[in-house]
């Protein structure tokens, strides 16, 4: 396991699924964490079951309060070296039953949430010269998938901001990279019918779904000096369900 004593870090989306196990897991290398969710009392909880130093109300679709609290985590503890912006929600339709408010649901939590809190990360971090930060895709955003035309676009553009912030931060030494999970057992998968499930499963070359702590690994490896040469990289977490 890399070591993250000393380092500060934030989690966003931290109450449950990926977003609770990577704090947990960054709590356990040493890291110092917060993680955040849209209800105060549910992150509180969610903190004191990770590990983590606190848990915070943020609603990421909100550019402001994003930028309020990153700026309050980064000055209370005097530095913030660690960004996971993992926040996200996911619901399927068809092109034909595509709902505008579906639409504007899903860009603005998955694109401009995670824009916000890249752009706020990179803010704090600017100062020290050094930094690292993760966003969450999804193989669907590289793929594509029937049924799932809004969320693989809004992923598509969660890929992009961390190549283009990649490009734009690398001299700034702050690194930042996506990861593409598969699919991956959380609430956000549990409506997946057992045929859906079965499917899955059989096209994945390690015969079984992900589990939230084999992301959490992979983005504690992102984040950490092992992957200090690892910039605006789209690292998949599939069991090599797209091969
Ligand atoms: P969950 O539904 O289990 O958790 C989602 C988290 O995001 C919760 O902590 C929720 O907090 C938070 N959240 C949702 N909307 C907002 C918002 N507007 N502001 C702040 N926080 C918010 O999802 P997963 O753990 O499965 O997914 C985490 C990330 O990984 C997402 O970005 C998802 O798209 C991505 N992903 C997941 C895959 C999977 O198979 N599970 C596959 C590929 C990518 P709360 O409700 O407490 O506010």
């Known amino acids: 396991m890399p070591d993250l004593s000393g380092k500060i870090a934030l989690v966003t989306g931290g109450t449950r699924g ?3 196990a990577t704090a947990r897991a960054l709590a356990e290398a ?4 917060v993680l955040t969710g849209r209800d105060e009392e549910r992150a509180k909880r969610a903190a004191a079951e990770a590990g983590a130093a606190a848990g915070l109300a943020l609603d990421v679709t909100d550019a402001k309060a994003v930028s309020t609290l990153v700026r309050g985590v980064a000055k209370e503890h005097g530095a ?8 996200g929600i996911m619901e399927d339709a068809l092109l034909g039953m595509i709902r505008e408010e579906l639409v504007e649901t899903t860009l603005s939590t998955n694109v401009a949430g995670t824009l916000h809190t890249v752009q706020a990360a990179a803010r704090a971090m600017m100062r020290k ?18 049924g799932q035309t809004v969320y693989a676009a809004s ?3 969660v890929a992009n901001i961390a190549r283009s912030a990649a490009k734009e931060l690398g001299r700034s030494g702050i690194r930042v990279n996506a990861v ?8 956000l998968t549990a409506g997946l019918s057992e045929d859906a499930v079965a499917e899955n499963v059989g096209k994945t070359p390690l015969g079984r779904l992900g589990r939230p702590e084999d992301v959490a690994k992979a983005i504690r490896f992102l984040v950490s000096d092992e992957a200090s040469f690892v910039t ?3 690292l998949g977490i599939d069991g090599g369900l797209v091969l």
């Open 232 to 234: 605006g990289q789209v």
């Open 180 to 187: 593409a999970p598969g699919v991956i057992e959380t609430d």
């Open 30 to 33: 040493g890291a110092t964490v």
């Open 18 to 20: 990926i977003g609770l």
């Open 129 to 146: 010269k050094t930094g690292a930060i993760v966003v969450l895709a999804s193989i669907v955003g590289e793929h594509g998938s029937a």
């Open 80 to 87: 913030l070296d660690i960004v996971v912006a993992n926040a």
């Open 155 to 157: 992923k598509a553009a």
